[in-house]
């Protein structure tokens, strides 16, 4: 290899590091935002942290704050980036697009039955998630409104910050597969502390089934060139669920 192409392959090594550092960071400080910031504003609302069970009107401010907090990293991402809202690939959606997000809930409760079986033909225990047994824990009212909340705030919210921000930012270094899986990957990681487990093969299930989730709506995105219907895809996946354990198809 001669000096000019040992000088752009480390160009182009820095280039991708920096991509997923900053994807990273952007993973980090939501998070962050989500786990130290939110828990104080709830409370100065004189909302309940981390309830055993949540009540329609706390899981509704915890989603509209927390949503609020996601959607505030992506775009003050975008403004120090001086990327503007013009990064935004929020198309309405085509007859092909609606098909996708059809396709994407269904792709994606194959996905998770798929990754059920893994774990019990490996005899490896079955995760959960925190925030979905506090929803259900609340009745069927407030699965009602998780139901909603979740398609007109949660799936927007971690949508724009995970694929049309971290995925496409990843895709401008990374070729467009290595960068669908690795924001799949932060997409994943994004919800260790909702799937926490003292046993940490428990988290197993959860994380695999979120990667698999996040590749999914990442290959809506890219198919679709909207964040639209991944958005909805996500929304009406998660509502999905919840309706399958309310009406006892499905266990938490």
Same mark, same amino acid.
């Given at each position: 290899?001669?000096?000019?192409?040992?000088?752009?392959?480390?160009?182009?090594?820095?280039?991708?590091?920096?991509?997923?550092?900053?994807?990273?960071?952007?993973?980090?400080?939501?998070?962050?935002?989500?786990?130290?910031?939110?828990?104080?504003?709830?409370?100065?609302?004189?909302?309940?942290?981390?309830?055993?069970?949540?009540?329609?009107?706390?899981?509704?401010?915890?989603?509209?704050?927390?949503?609020?907090?996601?959607?505030?990293?992506?775009?003050?991402?975008?403004?120090?980036?001086?990327?503007?809202?013009?990064?935004?690939?929020?198309?309405?959606?085509?007859?092909?697009?609606?098909?996708?997000?059809?396709?994407?809930?269904?792709?994606?409760?194959?996905?998770?039955?798929?990754?059920?079986?893994?774990?019990?033909?490996? !005899?490896?225990?079955?995760?959960?998630? *925190?925030? #979905?047994?506090?929803? @259900? /824990?609340? +009745?069927?009212?407030? $699965?009602? &409104?998780?139901?909603?909340?979740?398609?007109?705030?949660?799936?927007?919210?971690?949508?724009?910050?995970?694929?049309?921000?971290?995925?496409?930012?990843?895709?401008?270094?990374?070729?467009?597969?290595?960068?669908?899986?690795?924001?799949?990957?932060?997409?994943?990681?994004?919800?260790?502390?909702?799937?926490?487990?003292?046993?940490?093969?428990?988290?197993?299930?959860?994380?695999?089934?979120?990667?698999?989730?996040?590749?999914?709506?990442? !290959?809506?995105?890219?198919?679709?060139? *909207?964040? #639209?219907?991944?958005? @909805? /895809?996500? +929304?009406?996946?998660? $509502?999905? &669920?919840?309706?399958?354990?309310?009406?006892?198809?499905?266990?938490?």
């Amino acid at each position: 290899m001669g000096a000019s192409e040992q000088q752009a392959a480390g160009s182009r090594f820095s280039l991708c590091l920096r991509a997923l550092l900053v994807g990273g960071a952007l993973v980090g400080v939501s998070t962050a935002l989500n786990e130290f910031v939110l828990p104080p504003i709830l409370q100065s609302l004189s909302v309940p942290v981390a309830p055993s069970s949540f009540s329609p009107g706390s899981l509704t401010v915890s989603l509209l704050v927390g949503s609020g907090l996601t959607v505030l990293v992506a775009v003050v991402f975008l403004s120090i980036s001086e990327r503007g809202l013009g990064y935004l690939d929020a198309n309405t959606p085509t007859l092909r697009g609606c098909g996708y997000i059809v396709g994407g809930v269904l792709l994606n409760l194959v996905a998770s039955l798929g990754v059920s079986l893994i774990v019990s033909i490996f !005899g490896l225990p079955a995760g959960g998630n *925190s925030t #979905v047994s506090r929803v @259900l /824990a609340g +009745g069927t009212a407030t $699965a009602i &409104v998780f139901v909603v909340l979740v398609v007109l705030l949660v799936g927007p919210a971690e949508e724009l910050l995970y694929r049309n921000v971290i995925q496409k930012r990843l895709s401008e270094d990374f070729s467009t597969s290595v960068a669908l899986f690795l924001a799949g990957a932060l997409f994943a990681l994004s919800h260790a502390p909702n799937v926490y487990d003292p046993n940490a093969t428990a988290m197993i299930s959860p994380l695999l089934s979120n990667w698999a989730a996040g590749i999914i709506y990442g !290959g809506i995105y890219i198919r679709t060139q *909207s964040i #639209v219907p991944a958005m @909805l /895809a996500h +929304g009406f996946y998660n $509502a999905t &669920v919840v309706g399958l354990v309310v009406l006892g198809v499905a266990s938490a």
